[in-house]
């Protein structure tokens, strides 16, 4: 398949001309309507063989794995999905390697209601850059700069599972934990209903710590961590004793929770709309935003946070830790 015949194949695919796009694929640039009383949301998140993901991961697990953490981004900042642009650089056009990867890619296009917008194929080492356009009501994207003190944090899921995922798609299993590493849950939903809630809010992509300390530098504070409040994936605690579990669930990226904070005097309301809108997810309050400018855990001595995830290092001065004694 030569690059012109990649292109055909896109555009000859169904549901790709929306009626947000006045310009689809074929032309020199696409053109989308943005609804009045909103602002376009734009994130870009390039994946790389051997980097982000296995050099011999099927092309199904990339394709679908490249679009959810560029979604994430889009969850994070509180915004709808609409759009979506391929970069793909790969060193041949095998088609049916091609087919199985927009198959991938495409997977959640329904559920979230996507149109490829455009795209472009370059021959080269394999990798995958995914624009990602969403719509938010005017003023209302969820920012990392409006944490305040008092304010509580919360985190989506239970983490460090993805430590696990990663070892386990790395060594090529077949297994639903190595599956996991590729089909990454995105809280797009979580984000939206999160607009009218949170001070601050944050994707886990590079560790708890370090995605924290963003909002930290951003909103001029500090947080604090409560060793035993953090919630760590089941299977990890069964396979690594407790106080690893911990450090990996705090410094590994990939989970892709979203990390937020939600001022005390809001609280009771969130409380109120979770419970209606998403009566099965639980959300775990691990800490609270304090005065100054580094994240620390409390609690626990002697954390060793100098782990990193998969090619995401972690600054060694992100994280002060200090210990209050508690246990
Ligand atoms: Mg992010």
């Given at each position: 398949?030569?690059?012109?015949?990649?292109?055909?194949?896109?555009?000859?695919q169904?549901?790709?001309?929306?009626?947000?796009?006045?310009?689809?694929?074929?032309?020199?640039?696409?053109?989308?309507?943005?609804?009045?009383?909103?602002?376009?949301?734009?994130?870009?998140?390039?994946?790389?063989?051997?980097?982000?993901?296995?050099?011999?991961?099927?092309?199904?697990?990339?394709?679908?794995r490249?679009?959810?953490?560029?979604?994430?981004?889009?969850?994070?900042?509180?915004?709808?999905?609409?759009?979506?642009?391929?970069?793909?650089?790969?060193p041949?056009?095998?088609?049916?390697?091609?087919?199985?990867?927009?198959?991938?890619?495409?997977?959640?296009?329904?559920?979230?209601?996507?149109?490829?917008?455009?795209?472009?194929?370059?021959?080269?080492?394999?990798?995958?850059?995914?624009?990602?356009?969403?719509?938010?009501?005017?003023?209302?994207?969820?920012?990392?700069?409006?944490?305040?003190?008092?304010?509580?944090?919360?985190?989506?899921?239970?983490?460090?599972?993805?430590?696990?995922?990663?070892?386990?798609?790395?060594?090529?299993?077949?297994?639903?934990?190595?599956?996991?590493?590729?089909?990454?849950?995105v809280?797009?939903?979580?984000?939206?209903?999160?607009?009218?809630?949170?001070?601050?809010?944050?994707?886990?992509?590079?560790?708890?710590?370090?995605?924290?300390?963003?909002?930290?530098?951003?909103?001029?504070?500090?947080?604090?961590?409560?060793?035993?409040?953090?919630?760590?994936?089941?299977?990890?605690?069964?396979?690594?004793?407790?106080?690893?579990?911990?450090?990996?669930?705090?410094t590994?990226?990939?989970?892709y929770?979203?990390?937020?904070?939600?001022?005390?005097?809001?609280?009771?309301?969130?409380?109120?709309?979770?419970?209606k809108?998403?009566?099965?997810?639980?959300?775990?309050?691990?800490?609270?935003?304090?005065?100054?400018?580094?994240?620390?855990?409390?609690?626990?001595?002697?954390?060793?946070?100098?782990?990193?995830?998969?090619?995401?290092?972690?600054q060694?001065?992100?994280?002060?830790?200090?210990?209050?004694?508690?246990?």
């Open positions: 398949m030569s690059e012109f015949t990649w292109i055909d194949f896109l555009s000859s169904p549901d790709l001309q929306e009626n947000s796009v006045s310009v689809g694929i074929g032309d020199d640039a696409a053109v989308m309507r943005v609804p009045r009383g909103h602002e376009l949301v734009m994130s870009v998140d390039t994946s790389v063989a051997g980097v982000h993901f296995p050099k011999d991961a099927a092309p199904y697990d990339i394709g679908y490249a679009l959810a953490v560029a979604l994430s981004d889009l969850a994070a900042m509180g915004a709808n999905p609409c759009w979506v642009a391929l970069s793909l650089t790969t041949t056009f095998d088609s049916d390697w091609l087919a199985e990867l927009y198959r991938g890619f495409t997977h959640t296009f329904s559920q979230y209601s996507l149109t490829l917008i455009g795209g472009d194929t370059t021959q080269g080492p394999l990798a995958l850059s995914v624009q990602v356009y969403g719509l938010v009501p005017t003023g209302s994207a969820l920012l990392r700069s409006g944490a305040n003190v008092g304010d509580i944090i919360f985190v989506s899921k239970a983490l460090g599972q993805s430590a696990l995922a990663l070892e386990a798609a790395k060594r090529g299993e077949q297994t639903a934990l190595a599956k996991s590493f590729y089909t990454v849950e809280e797009i939903a979580l984000g939206q209903a999160l607009r009218d809630f949170a001070s601050a809010c944050i994707d886990v992509s590079d560790g708890l710590l370090a995605d924290l300390y963003h909002i930290c530098k951003r909103s001029q504070c500090g947080a604090q961590i409560e060793a035993d409040t953090v919630c760590i994936d089941k299977t990890l605690l069964e396979k690594v004793e407790a106080k690893k579990a911990l450090e990996i669930a705090l590994h990226g990939d989970d929770a979203l990390c937020f904070t939600i001022p005390a005097s809001r609280l009771r309301a969130w409380q109120a709309l979770r419970a809108q998403f009566p099965h997810a639980t959300l775990y309050p691990v800490g609270k935003i304090v005065e100054g400018d580094s994240v620390f855990v409390s609690g626990i001595e002697d954390l060793n946070l100098q782990q990193s995830g998969y090619q995401h290092g972690m060694s001065d992100v994280v002060s830790n200090r210990s209050t004694g508690k246990r």
